[in-house]
């Protein structure tokens, strides 16, 4: 079930040879649902003895993430869809446990940069402040912006110029701290 995802993480960064490092792998996402799921058992693998081919044997563990109002917790402040489907409507504690990202943080977590809109009534925004908590106990290097208001997916932001400004913050971090 690993080689696929990962297989598409490769071949979508553009890597000229197999199996090298020559690109950053990234995950971008909005509402957090693709990093929920891919994240868990992909992005974040490491390398295991059972490595049944190449792929296998290679952590998809990106370099950095960007995430738009993210979905991070599976208890109090989830989006209930978002975490139906990726508990597959389980009520398991452990189960919630493991989705909920801020709970599955460590050292080897990857640099992020993450955006939220304080009025956002679908994902509420201390999904990014329960991120941003657990990325400073780890002393991982973030960046969160809280815009004051906005509803739930607004996107690249177009139709409002300050919520838009994140991305021109994002090519600043990318800048200063991801690309060297």
């Not at 690993?2 to 993480?9: A, F, G, H, Q, S």
């Not at 979508?12 to 690109?23: L, S």
């Not at 649902?33 to 390398?47: D, Q, R």
């Not at 504690?93 to 809109?117: C, D, G, M, R």
Request: aromatic share 14%; with cysteine.
């Amino acid at each position: 079930m690993l080689k696929e995802p990962k297989e598409v993480i490769y071949a979508g960064i553009g890597y000229d040879k197999p199996w090298t490092r020559d690109a950053a792998i990234n995950v971008w996402n909005c509402c957090g649902f693709l990093f929920l799921e891919v994240s868990k058992n992909t992005l974040l693998s490491v390398l295991t003895e059972d490595a049944m081919d190449e792929i296998d044997k290679r952590s998809a563990r990106p370099d950095f993430s960007v995430f738009c109002y993210p979905v991070i917790d599976m208890f109090k402040y989830t989006h209930q869809g978002t975490a139906n489907i990726i508990t597959n409507y389980s009520q398991d504690e452990k189960i919630k446990e493991f989705y909920s990202i801020n709970l599955q943080v460590n050292e080897n977590t990857p640099p992020a940069f993450f955006w939220h809109t304080a009025s956002d009534d679908s994902v509420p925004v201390e999904n990014s402040v329960l991120y941003a908590n657990e990325l400073s106990k780890y002393k991982i290097p973030y960046e969160m912006h809280i815009f004051p208001y906005g509803v739930h997916g607004m996107g690249l932001s177009e139709e409002d110029e300050y919520i838009g400004q994140w991305k021109e913050l994002l090519i600043n971090w990318l800048t200063k701290f991801i690309i060297k």
